[in-house]
């Protein structure tokens, strides 16, 4: 080996050693402690939030802190007031039925196979329409916001008590507009 390529090899060696490979380090290889996992349609935690019907497929635990995947069932007339998410961007991925979806300035209707993004800090809502069922996947970047809706899961059934959603959301970021 040349002198020059020597001493680059060695240099190359020696960071790996000390700081790990680039690739290692990337967020998308997540290698830690994620351990492949199959979710069948009729698993995932069943929670009902203000009457939204969700089953909570993949959750922090799962992804290492990246994502929280939620399958949302609802029949027409479910709806989620226009809020903003601090920390979280979120895809509305339309899976079946129709969605009325507003984000930002836009409102639109998703039928199955159509999605919408909403990244964090732009005001989203959203109400189930039509005469089938309405089946959404919701991915949340980052994972977490399942502590929020087991919470919000557990208040009593019947309208909700606005002020303790108010302080529950905001525990986590989430500001009604
Ligand atoms: O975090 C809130 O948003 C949502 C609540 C849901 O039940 C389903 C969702 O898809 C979302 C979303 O982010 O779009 C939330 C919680 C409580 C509340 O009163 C809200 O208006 C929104």
Redesign the pocket.
């Known amino acids: 080996m040349q002198r020059k390529n020597f001493l680059r090899t060695s240099l190359a060696v020696g960071i790996t050693a000390i700081f790990g490979s680039p690739a290692a380090s990337h967020p998308g290889s997540a290698r830690l402690s994620t351990l492949p996992r199959i979710v069948r349609s009729d698993e995932g935690r069943p929670v009902t ?2 009457g ?1 019907r ?1 089953r909570i497929k993949l959750t922090a635990e799962d992804t290492n802190g990246l994502f929280t995947l939620i399958e ?1 069932d609802n029949a027409a007339g479910v709806q ?2 226009p ?1 903003i ?1 601090e920390h979280e961007d ?1 895809v ?1 991925y339309v899976l079946a039925g129709e969605l009325e979806l507003t984000v930002g300035d836009q409102t639109t209707v998703l039928q199955a196979g159509d999605l919408a993004f ?1 990244p964090r800090g732009v005001p ?1 809502s ?1 109400r189930t329409i039509g005469s089938s069922t309405t089946r ?1 996947l ?1 991915s949340v970047f980052p994972a977490g ?1 399942e502590a ?2 087991a919470e ?1 899961g557990e208040l009593p059934p019947g309208p909700p008590d606005m002020a303790t ?1 108010t302080e529950v ?1 905001g525990r986590y970021g ?1 500001r ?1 507009v």
């Open positions: 939030v203000l939204d969700m949302e989620i007031p809020h998410h979120e509305f909403g989203h959203w959404v919701l916001l929020m809706f919000l959603v959301c989430i009604f």
